[in-house]
């Protein structure tokens, strides 16, 4: 094998390498979450979709994330806030809005069994009356 043949598979492999290493890298991708306000929402979680790679925004509601291609779909989340898809880009700012869906009634029921004495006890006791309050739709 001639040194030239050697020096161009040699050079052919050190391409390769660092083209696969710059493709698994991924892309990264910056941008800042708002409210309907333009006040930065601080602890909104961005992930990107159907994977585990996640980022949450900073105080400055700003966020830092690497995707694996442009074609990645963020998912934006944050309670009391309707969640969001956007295509990943760089330098991104997203505008959330507040949800209006309300949960429906919440019903809570406590049931007790048994008796113990207050002493033993290791949590918390209260007594709670029975007296029903009436309300009126006007």
């Given at each position: 094998m001639?040194?030239?043949?050697?020096?161009?598979?040699?050079?052919?492999?050190?391409?390769?390498?660092?083209?696969s290493?710059?493709?698994?890298?991924?892309?990264?991708?910056?941008?800042?979450?708002?409210?309907?306000?333009?006040?930065?929402?601080t602890?909104?979680?961005?992930?990107?979709?159907?994977?585990k790679?996640?980022?949450?925004?900073?105080?400055?509601?700003?966020f830092?994330?690497?995707?694996?291609?442009?074609?990645?779909?963020?998912?934006?989340?944050?309670?009391?806030y309707?969640?969001?898809?956007?295509?990943?880009?760089?330098?991104?700012?997203?505008?959330?809005?507040?949800?209006?869906t309300?949960?429906?009634?919440?019903?809570?029921?406590?049931v007790?069994?048994?008796?113990?004495?207050?002493?033993?006890?290791?949590?918390?006791?209260?007594?709670?009356g029975?007296?029903?309050?009436?309300?009126?739709?006007?």
């Amino acid at each position: 094998m001639s040194k030239i043949t050697a020096l161009f598979l040699l050079l052919n492999f050190a391409a390769s390498t660092i083209l696969s290493a710059q493709r698994n890298q991924g892309v990264p991708v910056t941008g800042q979450i708002v409210d309907e306000n333009n006040n930065p929402l601080t602890g909104v979680t961005v992930q990107v979709k159907n994977s585990k790679i996640s980022a949450t925004t900073n105080a400055a509601g700003k966020f830092s994330i690497t995707v694996p291609n442009n074609r990645s779909v963020l998912v934006f989340t944050y309670v009391g806030y309707e969640r969001q898809e956007s295509v990943a880009g760089n330098n991104k700012v997203i505008h959330l809005q507040a949800s209006n869906t309300n949960l429906g009634e919440v019903v809570v029921v406590v049931v007790g069994y048994g008796t113990q004495r207050r002493i033993s006890v290791t949590g918390s006791v209260d007594r709670v009356g029975t007296q029903v309050e009436k309300t009126f739709a006007e």
